[in-house]
Structures are given as C-alpha cells and as structure tokens.
C-alpha cells in the first residue's frame, strides 16, 4: 500500500500484521519452542516450509557460538550445498573461530598448523591480509584476552560471525534474509528522518532510533 509520509499516523495496523512480523522475528532467530505457542495462541497458521530448517539451523549456530566451528561448517555444507565455496568471507569467518578457539584452549602449536593450512590460502587475496595478521598476532600474547585484538575472542565476534551465517543460508534458500522487524524499523527511521527534515521550520526534535524504541 503506498502512502505519502505525512499520512502515515491514519494507517491502521491490524492484528494479524503485527502477528505476522513478530512471527518473523521469531522464526528468523530459531525459536522454535515460541514459534510453536505463539502461532497457536494467535491461531495463525504454523509456517511448515520455515520450521522445517529451523533445528538444522538452531543447531548450526550454537555449534558456532559454543566454539565448535568445525561442525557448524558440516552441518552448514549438509543444509546448504556450496554456500560456504561461493561465500569466501563467510568460510574465512568460520574457520577464524576454530583458530580462535584453539588460542583460546592454548593449543598453539596445533593453531598454528591450522592457520598454516586452512587460512593462509586466504592470503592470496589482498582483502584477507589483514585480517590474518591480526589473528596470526593472539599466538604472540600468553593473555590474548588481554591484547589489541581482544574482540576477535569476544561472544560478540561470533554472535557476528553467526548472524551473517543465518542471512547467508536464508538467503541461499529464497527465504528473506532479514525480519520483517528489522525492515520496518529500517523504514520507519528513513521516514522519520524525511519528516524531519520537512518540518525543521516547526521545530520538530530529530528523529533518534533509540529514543523511538524506548518510546
């Protein structure tokens, strides 16, 4: 439906909308357990073709967060054929967190072995450069948690890793790779700002996201 911005506070949303970008939210995030109580106390209909990968997907990505890289990068290739050979960077982000993690358990040695076999091809490639160093660089530090390149040890690098892992295999699949959630706060933070703008002269506050969520 389209609508000029200053029309925007007529629409009428209705229930089933917000179900439905709720819904989205949580299957995108592999909440299956919710997925399931919230589809039938609204009484919206299970999407099947969705929970079918949600496991699969589930399991991928707390294999990736609890360090097991190695079979997140298995059960990747089982669930989504080729993604990880046409998606280099992912497949370099995934094989970091097993390097990580064996600096991280003080397996130099065998970090290092690693790094020499499957990162290094990488290097090949003027964007991976980089990057390499910095990770070559935590084998220099007896306290890596403790070095410049602290965050690449962080929950948060991974959670990164694995969010780019979930769009990639959504996306490989025709699914939508982002929430309807994440679009509509998408489209309400442009619109904001171009109301914003048309109304400077009224004195209108600058739209701040952070203040709209809290609002």
Known sequence: MDVDPPNYDNVTINDSDVHSIVLSYLVHNCYRETVESF?????????????????KRKKIFQCALEG??????????????????????????LLSLHFVEL???????????????????????????????DFMALLAYEEPEKSPMFHLLSLEHRQQVVDSLNRAILAQAKLPSHTAMERLIQQTTVVRQLLNQDHAKDGHPPFALKDFLNG
């Open 39 to 55: 589809a039938a106390g609204t009484g919206m209909n299970q999407p099947a073709d969705y929970l079918e990968d949600i496991e």
């Open 68 to 93: 097991n890289a190695l079979k997140a990068i298995e059960l990747t290739e089982q669930l989504a054929p080729d993604l990880l050979e046409s998606n280099k960077d992912l497949h370099f982000d």
């Open 103 to 133: 600096v991280r358990s003080k397996k130099c040695n065998e970090a290092l072995e690693f790094a020499q076999t499957k990162l290094t091809p990488f290097g090949k490639v003027q964007k991976y450069v980089e990057k390499l160093e």
